[in-house]
Nanobody, 119 residues
């Protein structure tokens, strides 16, 4: 059974930092692209950052230079370090695991963790 579990959300003041973690089990973690999306109330889900199995990274323009995604394949965990947080970063942050094969793809999502940036 595949499980994707996020942790580390919470309340932080503008300009502060927060670190999210996501542990995936039941998959060969090193074979999967991992990533973070976020969804604020009334908004569509948007991509935040991704990291491939080869550790290539991609960021949304809105978080470039402030957020860093990384992975530790020995711990089956992906991280999102968030610095210089802004109120508009407030959202539920969801972790996902993705693997594409020739004839199918596998996608698994976590339940999400709330990040609130407010004074």
């Amino acid at each position: 059974q595949v499980q994707v579990v996020e942790s580390g959300g919470g309340l932080v003041q503008p300009g502060g930092s927060l670190s999210l973690s996501c542990e995936a089990s039941g998959i060969i973690f090193s074979h999967y692209e991992m990533g973070w999306y976020r969804q604020a109330p009334g908004n569509q889900r948007e991509l935040v950052a991704t990291i491939t199995s080869g550790s290539n990274t991609h960021y949304a323009d809105s978080v470039k230079g402030r957020f860093t995604i990384s992975r530790d394949n020995t711990k089956n965990t992906v991280y999102l370090q968030m610095n210089s947080l802004k109120p508009e970063d407030t959202a539920v942050y969801l972790c996902y695991a993705h693997r594409a094969l020739i004839d199918r793809s596998y996608d698994y999502w976590g339940q999400g963790t709330q990040v609130t940036v407010s004074s």
